[in-house]
């Protein structure tokens, strides 16, 4: 037995080490790196309360994204490479719910309910889809989400929308890449409850509707179809042989995921203030996969922890790094800094992806 | 041949165990030059792992190396990876083809130890731009191939060669080697037809006569007695036989091979049950044909009575294991399956299951267990997914979630009643021994509550132990719950020691349904009645 800690003689190194094997060595040492960007923050000019809000504000955009990555995980779909598809559900739930005139924060729950009939078609067609290939459907799920957004390129051009507030104003016809929610469900949620203090600001309400989601994600897991679920993913072959009909309940992993990564993006817009249209979807999947992977999930297994911590650090060493590096550089390098710190953690994060022991 | 006191080769006291696992022990033999030496056992008698020793594979040291001491022309081997092993002049033909399927045979046969010559480039940029001499390498080809004492065409390129031709170019390889003084063939007859397979029986003596001493393992008895000088009988690890192929015969080898001397006689338990009367007939199988592969069923007629443990024997890749895997519904099927007067759905795993069915698989790691998940999951997941059993209602009823308690509690039950050893019921099942694990397939089984139960190779890769535990536990199942169960096994004094009636299987059909209590040579000549 590899796995097995050895010891060293030494009974308080042997419980860092048995502590660091649970927690996961890596793991610790991100919390440790985004600790240092927290303590060092007030010393380059940074507020400490505006940074730890800017971070929990990111964490409450995100975490449904994130936790959208579960259902097809424990299914043993692998991650879901696919979000750019459920994403485009909740990008017709929005900009459908505009065009029928909803307004204010109810404009959110009239977004979430246009956008689960597609979640839900597009998530049959996508699990029917990954049931024909098993055993590769990281790399197909990444093409479908290319494929699907490459088409919706095409379709906010020729969809009927006829808002004023969506169409490019010289041709009346045809989305604008960016759609303002102002007036619509502009922190629909995130201002229910809302904390402000000083430069410390927290949108309870955004991080209520994820703890809602995450407990029915969790209390879903502990029902005898969501116990299925994780079996199919653990071994499919003992699943079928405890008469499990597979297809069935990754199919149903799939329209989960699918709908969760459609009001994912719903509180993502009404969080960060701004419908985005067209490539935009395309760089949602790879963030949303890496997180859950930096929060210790493997390929076939994920909790609600893994969400909550992924996310937290995720998000936490995006916002940290640019401004404490920008700070102490003084130079406006934020934007370049981002796009290394965060496509510094995907990669990080897929060489951490782990099978689970045949 | 002049007789030399030093044996070619001598195997002194080998042992081998794997993880605490006996599997071969106290293995004495001499191989002088010129002799051709037959391997027989069972499956699992530990031939295989008695070859993979000699020609240091690294599987072996892997897993901690071997007991005793190998020795070659009288001096000590160890050999380290299979490049020592060939070195020494011992060459292997394995069961699986390692040829390359688009270059010729005469390519394969002389792969990276091809005669080269020298050009200008190499001159200037080193050996590794030599040509090669094709003359020279077709004069080797032809060599080897005559020293085989067969024709094949050293042109044909090997995926368009018949199976057997494929065959003799793995031999020719090996007999292109100069120094190959020791040459093991594992089964090289199973892929063969019978005329192929009298060519290579005709080459086999050729090379003794050169002097070449082979090691022959195979399931053909007939094949070992025409050509070998010595039999080797394996069993359990060891070897229960070494004698000169002239002064046997097939029935004695069949009788070495299964009968077991010390435990020749069934329990008296199955010799009470099969003088009672039989119960009404449970499950009757007609014309049975399953699709699963290495394990194809062609035609098999079954019936199973009430209450009776039926043990399915027969030799490897002769269809026992698909029976339960295809009536089960885990491999395709075809044919008629009756259940207490009702007929099962094949291919449907879950119709069986709720006709109150139970498959225990030989496939541990791959069906019968989440080795990533606890042994509470495992135990309870297919009756909680069958019988809703382990689910309890909150919200008045609204949702229903894993009772956490009584998972726990029936989990524990089974740990205690079969003795599994495990830190607690939360463990992975990972982590369990293989003896452990399988009890576990079994706990999972028990707490379905089945009126049937197929368990198929309860004792495959498990200690003495844990064996007779595994084999209790399912005894007391059939006797205190009235359970019928079928067992398969491939060691026939398992089923003999435990079953009521034995089919036995062989060539896809069941070649005869004995008495436990028959004799053990019986049995063996079923088993090889008509092997394909």
């Not at chain 1, 079996?231 to 597979?246: D, L, Q, R, T, W």
């Not at chain 1, 419908?275 to 076939?300: D, E, T």
């Not at chain 2, 060891?238 to 020749?264: C, F, H, L, Y």
């Amino acid at each position: 037995m590899s796995e097995l800690v050895r010891s060293s003689g030494n009974p308080l190194m042997d419980k860092i080490r048995v502590f660091a094997k649970s927690f996961g060595l890596p793991r610790l040492i991100i919390a440790g790196f985004l600790l240092l960007l927290f303590i060092m923050a007030p010393f380059v000019g940074a507020n400490f309360f505006t940074q730890l809000s800017n971070t929990i504000n990111r964490f409450s955009w995100n975490a449904v994204l994130v936790l959208s990555m579960v259902p097809m995980i424990h299914s043993g779909c692998g991650l879901n490479f696919g979000l750019p598809l459920g994403i485009i559900a909740g990008l017709l739930g929005g900009t459908i719910a505009i065009e029928l005139g909803a307004v204010g924060a109810g404009s959110f729950w009239v977004a979430v309910l246009l956008a689960t009939p597609f979640a839900v078609v597009f998530g049959m067609v996508y699990g029917f889809l990954l049931n024909k290939i098993k055993g590769g459907e990281m790399m197909i799920a990444t093409y479908v989400g290319f494929s699907a957004v490459s088409l919706m390129c095409i379709m906010w051009l020729l969809l009927p929308y006829h808002s004023p507030n969506m169409v490019w104003g010289y041709a009346g016809t045809g989305l604008r890449t960016t759609i303002s929610l102002e007036g619509y469900y502009l922190k629909a949620l995130a201002g229910f409850l809302a904390i402000n203090i000083g430069h410390l600001s927290i949108p309870v309400g955004s991080l209520l509707f994820f703890a809602l989601l995450a407990f029915a994600m969790w209390a879903f897991l502990h029902t005898k179809t969501g116990t299925a679920m994780t079996a199919v993913g653990s071994n499919p072959e003992f699943a079928k042989a405890a008469g499990i009909n597979i297809d069935k309940v990754r199919l149903l992993s799939v329209i989960m995921s699918t709908w969760l990564g459609a009001v994912g993006i719903l509180v993502y817009e009404q969080g960060f203030g701004f419908i985005q249209l067209y490539m935009a979807p395309f760089n949602m999947a790879l963030p949303a996969v890496s997180a859950i992977l930096i929060g210790g999930a493997s390929v076939n297994k994920a909790s609600i922890m893994n969400v909550i911590i992924g996310t937290f650090l995720f998000q936490g060493i995006v916002t940290m790094t640019p401004t404490v590096m920008n700070s102490m550089i003084h130079m406006d390098m934020s934007e370049v800094i981002r796009v290394i710190a965060s496509n510094g953690m995907i990669i990080y994060a897929l060489t951490r992806k782990s099978e689970v022991s045949r | 041949m002049e007789k030399t006191n030093v044996p070619l080769l001598e195997m002194k006291n080998v042992s081998k165990s794997f993880f605490g696992n006996q599997v071969l022990q106290d293995i004495n033999f001499k191989l002088e030059a010129g002799q051709v030496l037959g391997l027989v056992g069972e499956n699992g008698a530990g031939k295989s792992t008695l070859m993979k020793i000699l020609f240091g594979m690294n599987v072996i040291k892997e897993t901690g190396g071997y007991g005793g001491d190998i020795l070659i022309n009288g001096k000590k081997v160890v050999f380290e990876t299979p490049f020592d092993a060939l070195e020494a002049g011992i060459g292997m033909v394995h069961q699986e083809f390692s040829l390359i399927p688009g270059f010729t045979a005469t390519e394969n046969i002389l792969l990276n130890r091809e005669p080269q010559k020298k050009s200008v480039l190499s001159e200037v940029f080193g050996e590794r731009l030599n040509t090669l001499d094709r003359k020279d390498m077709d004069e080797r080809a032809d060599g080897s191939i005559d020293k085989l004492g067969v024709h094949i065409d050293k042109e044909l390129v090997v995926n368009h060669m018949p199976v057997g031709h494929k065959q003799f170019t793995e031999i020719a390889r090996e007999l292109s080697k100069d120094n190959m003084n020791i040459l093991i063939l594992d089964e090289p007859t199973a892929v063969l037809t019978e005329k192929e397979a009298d060519a290579l029986l005709e080459s086999i003596r050729g090379m003794a006569k050169r002097g070449i001493a082979v090691i022959f393992i195979t399931h053909r008895l007939q094949e070992i007695l025409s050509v070998c000088d010595k039999v080797l009988v394996m069993r359990d690890g060891v070897i229960v036989k070494d004698t000169p192929a002239a002064d046997t015969n097939v029935q004695e080898i069949t009788r070495w091979m299964v009968g077991r001397s010390i435990s020749g006689n069934p329990s008296k338990a199955a010799v009470a049950t099969a003088e009672k009367e039989r119960g009404k007939v449970i499950m009757s199988i007609s014309r049975l044909w399953v699709d699963m592969p290495g394990e194809t069923v062609r035609d098999v007629s079954l019936e199973v009575y009430e209450g009776e443990i039926l043990g399915i024997g027969g030799l490897a890749g002769q269809g026992k294991l698909g029976i339960p895997n295809g009536i089960m519904g885990l491999y395709e099927a075809g044919g008629k399956v009756v259940f207490d007067g009702r007929e099962i759905a094949l291919n449907n795993p879950r119709k069986c299951l709720d006709s109150q069915l139970a498959f225990v698989s030989e496939d541990r790691r791959g069906v019968g267990l989440l080795l990533d998940e606890s042994l509470e999951w495992n135990v309870s997941f297919p009756a909680m997914q069958i019988q809703n059993k382990f689910l309890k209602p909150y919200l008045g009823g609204l949702v229903k979630w894993r009772d956490e308690k009584a998972i726990e509690e029936v989990t524990n039950k089974y740990i205690k009643a079969l003795q599994i050893k495990c830190t607690s019921s939360k463990q992975p099942a990972k982590e369990l021994s293989g003896g452990n694990q399988q009890k576990i397939c079994l706990a999972k089984a028990f707490a379905l509550e089945p009126r049937f139960l197929f368990v198929s190779e309860p004792t495959r890769g498990i200690d003495v132990g844990a064996k007779s535990l595994v084999l209790d536990a399912l005894k007391q199942f059939n006797r205190e719950s009235g359970v019928t169960v079928v067992m398969i096994s491939s060691e026939l004094e398992e089923l003999r020691s435990t079953c009521d009636r034995i089919a036995i299987v062989s060539g896809g059909k069941i070649s005869g349904i004995l008495p436990a209590v028959s004799a053990s040579e019986d049995f063996g000549n079923l088993m090889v009645s008509n092997v394909r």
